[in-house]
C-alpha cells in the first residue's frame, strides 16, 4: 500500500514538473489526478484533504528549485563575475519582479479573507474542482489560439527581461492574478499578458520563470501554516508516510522541471503556443465529459 501511494506522489511530481511551466495548467492537472487517484495513506478523510491540498501547492518548491538552479547566473546579484551594470541590472530585475507579484499577492491573501469572511468559504472552496478546471482549460486554449493568430508575423516590441518597464511589469502580474481560477495556469496567463503587451515569446516566458519565485514560496509558505494550524487545532500528527509522500513529490517534480523549463525555452524560439491550446480545449472537452458521464 505504502509503494502505491509513493507511486502517486511519483505521478504528481512528474505532472507538476510538466504541467508548472507549460501554459497548460500545473494545478488543473493536480485537481484532475486527485479525483481519480486521491491518497489514501491513512483512513483520517479530513487529514487527506488537508494534506492533500497542502502537497499540491508545497510541491511547487521543487519546481520552483529549477528555475533557481538554471537562471542562477542571471539572478543572483553578487556574483564576482558580474560588472557594476550587470549588477544592477540584475537588481532592477528583482525589482520588476516584486512589483509583478504585487496583483497577485492582493488577491490571493486579501481577497480570500474577504471572501471566506463574506461567504464562508475561500476561494480554493468556491473554485477548486474538475468543472471550474475544464471551463478555464477551454476558455484559456481559445484565448491561446486566437492571439497567435493576431500576433502571426507581427514583430515584438521587447525581446529581453532588460527592456521590461516597470508598468508592463505590473501589467503582467495583473495577468498572473488571474491564475487565481485553477485551470487557467499561471505561466499560461503571464505569457499570454507578455505577448498582448508586447512582449517576445522568449522574454515572456522567462520573466513568468522568474515571477514564479514569489508566487510558489508565498503560495506554499500560506499552505504549510495553514496546515500546522489545522495540526494544531486537530492534535493530529502526521505519520511519517505523510512526510515521505511529499518529499517525493518534491523531488520528482524539481527533476522534471530541469527538463520542461529547457524544452519550453527551445520551443518558443521555434513554435507558437497555438498546439498548448488545442491541447487545453480537447483536455478540457474530456473533462467535462467525464464530468457528464460519472454524474
Same mark, same amino acid.
Given at each position: 500500500m505504502l509503494f502505491l501511494e509513493w507511486l502517486k506522489a511519483i505521478l504528481y511530481g512528474i505532472v507538476?514538473? @510538466?504541467?508548472e511551466w507549460l501554459p497548460i495548467s500545473s494545478t488543473g492537472h493536480l485537481i484532475l489526478i486527485e479525483d481519480f487517484l486521491p491518497f489514501a495513506?491513512?483512513?483520517?478523510?479530513?487529514?487527506?484533504?488537508e494534506f492533500s491540498e497542502m502537497f499540491q501547492v508545497v510541491i511547487q518548491l521543487g519546481a520552483i528549485l529549477a528555475v533557481v538552479v538554471?537562471?542562477?547566473?542571471k539572478l543572483w546579484p553578487f556574483s564576482a563575475k558580474k560588472s557594476s551594470h550587470e549588477k544592477k541590472n540584475t537588481w532592477m530585475l528583482w525589482l520588476k519582479v516584486v512589483i509583478a507579484s504585487i496583483p497577485a499577492a492582493l488577491i490571493g491573501i486579501v481577497g480570500d479573507k474577504i471572501l471566506e469572511k463574506i461567504t464562508?468559504?475561500? @476561494?480554493?472552496?468556491?473554485?477548486y474542482n474538475s468543472i471550474v478546471v475544464a471551463i478555464a482549460l477551454i476558455?484559456?486554449?481559445i484565448a491561446f489560439i486566437v492571439i497567435e493568430r493576431l500576433h502571426k508575423g507581427s514583430a515584438a516590441r521587447v525581446?529581453? @527581461?532588460e527592456d521590461i518597464s516597470m508598468g508592463q511589469a505590473f501589467a503582467i502580474g495583473a495577468f498572473q492574478s488571474l491564475s487565481i481560477v485553477p485551470g487557467t495556469s499561471r505561466s499560461g496567463s503571464t505569457i499570454l499578458g507578455s505577448m498582448l503587451l508586447g512582449l517576445s515569446r522568449t522574454a515572456g516566458a522567462e520573466f513568468s520563470f522568474f515571477m514564479a519565485i514569489p508566487a510558489m514560496v508565498g503560495a506554499s509558505g500560506i499552505k504549510i501554516l495553514g496546515f500546522v494550524d489545522y495540526l494544531g487545532d486537530s492534535g493530529v500528527s502526521?505519520?511519517?508516510t505523510a512526510w515521505?509522500?511529499?518529499l517525493i513529490g518534491c523531488v520528482v517534480s524539481f527533476a522534471v522541471s530541469m527538463a520542461a523549463i529547457r524544452f519550453l525555452m527551445d520551443f518558443v524560439k521555434k513554435h507558437s503556443f497555438a498546439a498548448f491550446g488545442v491541447y487545453r480545449i480537447v483536455l478540457g472537452a474530456v473533462v467535462l465529459l467525464l464530468w457528464l458521464i460519472r454524474r
Open positions: 507538476e514538473g @510538466i504541467t495513506f491513512t483512513t483520517d478523510k479530513v487529514f487527506l484533504d538554471l537562471f542562477w547566473g464562508g468559504k475561500d @476561494i480554493d472552496g468556491w473554485l476558455v484559456y486554449g525581446d529581453s @527581461i502526521v505519520p511519517a515521505v509522500t511529499l
